[in-house]
């Protein structure tokens, strides 16, 4: 018995599926191109085998925790570690035994596609993970991880991907890039620039940030234009670890241009501590369009990905941190949103701004219609949430009419969670596959042009737009 | 010739129909489970025959006088009463005959399942409704209305229902409830809590409705103090007549956590008819926070009904007074509003939050998101206007990758149109059958796991949720 | 080989298909009603021929130009003329190729669909548009439009159109109208009152317009009722060449309805350019109110077309001006918006007023229940970048549970180009073809219902709606 349904998410009609089928086995086997995620770059560097089971696959992935959680298990149970160092579970064994007992909650969800590909894939099971099968999973794996060919760079390989970006912060070091690049492997890591700690007054140590962050870009004062310059100076230096594209993920896509008096006295006034909610977030409008200026000047693709309500319950952020599965989407307007970035740098020939959501409801009513007539514009991936099957397709439903294939970016697997990556882009590709072999059914695209857009979809777009 | 086609709703194709068909056939003879609604304890409580075709089917429901008034049939011509007494048509059979003239306008509708359901089911008709066949059916119907087994209690038999809850005021004395559990009768009807009438400022005769439930719950005063008594009273006295549950239709889902001082000031201040429209809102949105605050002590799972714009049109209200079909649905938030009530709540182990939505847009974007994370939260079933094939469906898409099946609970009919209850749990659960067996045939779901999901969306989710 | 597939837009199912192909034949030879567009009157009172092919189907064309640019192709490289005079391509044939080597931007989009229906249908080509094929498009189409039946008026019989509205300002003297009445030519072209620019205080050259609208309509006054007389003065005039409606473009819905003293002291405010942003806005909302009133009058048809961002961007408005794509939809709201005038006439017998929307979201939340109950509402068609495939597909799938067919008023092609006039009306018989096979085969309407409604949805709603 599979796990995996061969013909998994290919449409049930038989002739649509039949060319579904043959449009997916033309690129089941293409190269991943990543251009955006949150691997740890110290994998890459150190090649050290993967811990446990539990910390592999259910502490860090906050899909898994937060549906567990959402029904009654406490965070401490799953290990997540608390704040206040207050007690949290660390056998990995006991940890895993719940995350089994539970997995009947993943029914017809990504997660579940996306564990039981690793689970087959890369470990050789074919029974169901269970509360009866829990233990030989855990035993099973653990084993595994010891074994050479699970380390990172032969599952780099062995996964077959060609070049993968991580995000760093400009506070960082990149010395984990560092240390990749100097080992001699011939592995393409990549770094991308993610300055909300300091573009974002609201973030954790904004004013301490903002100091390092002058400091390490070679600045001796923190002024606005000592600032500005850092900018630019770290936005090199990344680009020297191999980074194409900047990442910014406010709350609202909100931007702003103020005149350069006007956002001095702004920065002044954020940087001591005096802004109100409005004028920070004034900061963070101003913020992005000087971003995109920049991508005039250095040529760093923009990623703009907005519309989370981060860190949702006060209580849960208090006791365990940041990023515990309370990120929430919100309704998030762009058309006058953006529009101050768009007046003054959206006609420019080589910029280019790759916009992301979690409100589909913008995909056909603003986005699709932005993406379809400016030309620094393209359309990120079904995001977050919407990286499932569904998610997926009703991306391309309500996309593709008004801003076609060729305004659109592929596929970003955007995940920490390293064993889902070959498992995420295959559904990609499947939902592509069907979503061509429908339209050619229905007499909306030649099949000898369905060919091209399914190579177009899985790694030229994404190597095109990205600039890979 | 039927007037129901016996593999309705299930897919179109003839393998994914033939597995839907079997899922379906698992459940269709499941007993009803009916955890939210609106029939009137009165019948159960005398067990009267019902009144004549036009009374039962017409008139009472929005659904249908709203679709004919749409085309220009005043309310009037389907005796729906005046509130200034004026003339309102009152022969039945006349309103049955424009009812009748009109039927095309229910094509492709919920209604005309739900109807035509009762037509087949417990009338026995072959042939459709129409302008021809509208006394055939007016005198078949009312003959068949004087039968014993026509009444309430026997229908509630025949429709296989294991328990029932109706909706009361808090200042209603139950008597009918209270007349139903004394008669000795075994089926199962219990209440619940629905305190708009005393929470929400701008209810009709809001002052003298306190003021009557202050002293229903025992209270002399109407101090805050006294008046959260009275609700603990009231709830306590609802539970006594089964009541496993609260309910509330708010316009907005805002919730606000104030401290106890300034909550009495705000009582206070509503009291005396003093707020403005945004104090008013304000104690809405805390007195949601005290329901739940309750529910942590005494056990009611509470539900949030809001999104609903009531009585839209002032001269038809003024006209023919409340609920008649002018209620529009309206844009509603769910990520800020309930961040108060769930930050002092949310992680409570034992409280149970059901939350109902009139704007899909919320299913995937926020409503799935909240749900899949915060423990006391789980997802009512598409509701109203969504109580449709295409609205159930739309549900399942957006929901079930973001929160699974395990936090929704379930069908609820929510109805007073008590003939078409056996159709409205029918329809439920030919769409899960259908959705279900198109996650097997795209590999999403295993066919083992398919049967055991329909029996829990059929009944046992439901039954869990609202602890029955 | 062909360019379009005979059974395009049509159920993969073979069952459904079969049915679905029946329906579409029983109208696929229906004549074209066409109550609301925007093609030239010009054409039809002077009969020349068209210029060369990139005058015809390239550089008036927004919705080919738009996703051009959002590819890096200069506006100018199309033909489209500058405000300032400047360069901009001239040479018919460059235009064309251009267009011809990014044809595959088109890949999966309506214009794709529309223009192969045009090339096969009215030019024969049986090879697609390619940079390849491009000069030999270019000839045959030059060669084509020299011959007779190429002309407006032998095309508007080719075409099979009954009826077709354009649309005029109220400044507009309508002599194309008048030549066409005069011509003893027996096609159907009637006008639609359009006054935006003498209703909407950020119409370019508003105060201008006031005073020749005034004059035009016979009085020596611009006072407020001078004003409205001049209105109902030109509405007259518009029914003099045939128009059943009025049409109103207005960035939101927001309707009011002041006492009289109140709108004149608005209109004097706004006359005088000193009325502020939220007074304009309230200006135009009392304007749909008076329309609404003078529709009671008059009879004409009222139509809504609210929530486009017209002109988005400012550098290219600057250099291009108006309607050259940037129109970027935005959120919308109708039931807060239209409150005022519906409660004002929303209950008149005799009033008709038809909703558009650009914001989906707003179909199943709010135009569906809203039409589902106000006799006077009647919901237009998907409409502008919902005229498409999954547009009308969507549309059908919100709408109609709640509002069923009867509240919709069939389809509207709205387009400026000519030659896709057949196409789109075909597309959109397909889609409903399609549709009511699909509630066929899952038993949600009988099959003979389903031959009346697919003749009802093709022409007659067009007709009763639009009183034509």
Known sequence: MALLDENRLLPVDQGVRALARALYDAVKNAPIVSPHGHTDPRWFAQDAPFADPAQLLVTPDHYVFR?????????ESLGVPRVDGGASET?????WRCFAQHYHLFRATPSRLWLDHAFETVFGFDTPLSAATADDYY???????????MRPRALFKRFNIEVIATTESPLDDLKWHKMISESGWDGRVITAYRPDAVTDPDFEGFGDNIEQFCALGGQSSTSFDAYLDAHRDRRGYFKSFGATSSDHGHRTAATLNLDRAGAKALYDKVLAGQADAAEREAFRAQMLTEMAKMSVEDGLVMQIHPGSWRNHSTPVHQRFGRDKGYDIPTRTDYVAALKPLLDAVGEEPDLRVILFTLDETSYARELAPLAGVYPCLRLGPAWWFHDSFEGMWRYREMITE???????VGFNDDTRAYLSIPARHDVARRVD???LANLVATGRLSEEDAYEVIQDLTHRLARQAYKL
Chains 1, 2, 3 share one sequence.
Do not use: C, W
């Open 67 to 75: 549906m567990l959680h959402s029904q009654g298990v406490p965070l």
């Open 402 to 408: 008004t801003a076609g294939f060729y305004n659109t």
């Open 139 to 149: 035993d099973r794996i653990s084993q595994a991880l010891t074994r050479p060919e």
């Open 91 to 95: 056998d990995g064994r006991k940890i």
């Open 433 to 435: 596959a069907g979503f």
